[in-house]
Each structure stands twice: as structure tokens, then as C-alpha cells.
């Protein structure tokens, strides 16, 4: 997410990575803003054929970067002063995913699991991951039926050990302990 930073146009974002340091914002010079409406908290999800350009993330060219306490601070091109960072407050930033390292043994990028199928320990199909949410404790996998509009209520799935049992991304496929009915 995005605040102001200092009085020449400096954004300050908190990235997703652990660690400011390993975040891939500081070395990536063509961010992404993502749109302002449809995106509930840290969400990462797909833009579909036919989306209403409001819903369509923005270029963001970035001339500097580099790491500050435990966020990274940048200076877009083209922002003078702390209006024009504050005038995009609250924004998510997205990079290409051509730009992330390789993910290590175990390790999942979010953007990666969506469109996996769900399925439970009964070979029941849960539907297909839409997003992945972030609210503090852990990661939740928002899935639904594959076609479902918008407003179907999706179910959320914590992305944990206890629920998520095996993530075989060669097969865009997700086990889990969860029934049809929870």
C-alpha cells in the first residue's frame, strides 16, 4: 500500500516481501497502480476480458527506489511534490511477473495460484482460486466456481498446513481439508 513520503513526491510503499530488502520493487522501474475500486485490502486477482478501464491498473514509471526502515521509499517520474503522492494513497503496486525471482522450495507467489483448482480430500472440485487476500494472520484463498459472476459468494479458504494439504502448480491444482458445505 501506498502513503506520501516527505514534501518532493516520494511514495513510500509496504511490500508484500518479508523484508524490504528482498521486495523486487527496488530493482523494477515500471510499476503498476492497481485500480481503486474492487480490490478489498491486499488482494492480488485477474483483470478478465471486457473489465471497465477504472478497473484496469495504471503504469507508474519509477526513477528511484531504495529501501527505507521496513518499506520501500521511491520517487515516481513526474511527481514534484506530496500532492501528488497523496492523490494516490492507499494504491496497491503490482510489477510484471517476468520480474520475481524464482519461488524457493515450497514457496508460492500469490499471483501464481490463481486459476488453480480446489480440491478437497474427497476429490470434490471447490472451484478455482480468484484471489489470494491478506488479512494479517495468513493468507486467504478465495475460491469459486469457475464462471460464477461477481456477486456469488466466493468461499475463503485459510492458505495454512492445517488446510492446505498439497499445491502441485505443474498440475494448477490445490488439495485441501475443507468441505463443500463450510
Known amino acids: 500500500m501506498i ?4 514534501v518532493r513526491g516520494w511514495i513510500k510503499v509496504q511490500p508484500f516481501s518479508g523484508s524490504p530488502a528482498e521486495s523486487v520493487l527496488i530493482g523494477i522501474k515500471d510499476w503498476w497502480l492497481q485500480p481503486t475500486t474492487g480490490i478489498p485490502g491486499r488482494t492480488t486477482s485477474v483483470v478478465r476480458p ?9 503504469p507508474l514509471r519509477v526513477e528511484r527506489a531504495r529501501v527505507h526502515s521496513d518499506s520501500v521509499v521511491a520517487r515516481p517520474a513526474g511527481f514534484e ?7 494516490i494513497r492507499g494504491r496497491i503496486i503490482a510489477v510484471s511477473r517476468s520480474a520475481f525471482p524464482p519461488a524457493g522450495d515450497e514457496s ?3 499471483v501464481d495460484l490463481i486459476g488453480c483448482v480446489v480440491v478437497n480430500t474427497h476429490e470434490q472440485s471447490l472451484g478455482q482460486v480468484i484471489s489470494v487476500d491478506d488479512h494479517g494472520a ?3 484463498l478465495r475460491v469459486a466456481e469457475e464462471g460464477a459472476s ?3 459468494q ?9 488446510y492446505v494439504l ?5 498440475a494448477r491444482r490445490i488439495l485441501v481439508d475443507w468441505e463443500l458445505d463450510y
Open 166 to 170: 498439497d499445491v502441485d502448480m505443474a
Open 154 to 162: 466466493a468461499r475463503l479458504i485459510p492458505f495454512v498446513a492445517n
Open 150 to 152: 461477481a456477486s456469488v
Open 81 to 87: 511534490d506530496r500532492s501528488q503522492a497523496d492523490a
Open 50 to 58: 471486457g473489465t471497465p478501464p477504472a478497473l484496469v491498473a495504471q
Open 138 to 140: 495468513h493468507a486467504l
Open 108 to 110: 508460492f507467489y500469490w
Open 3 to 6: 502513503g506520501g513520503w516527505g
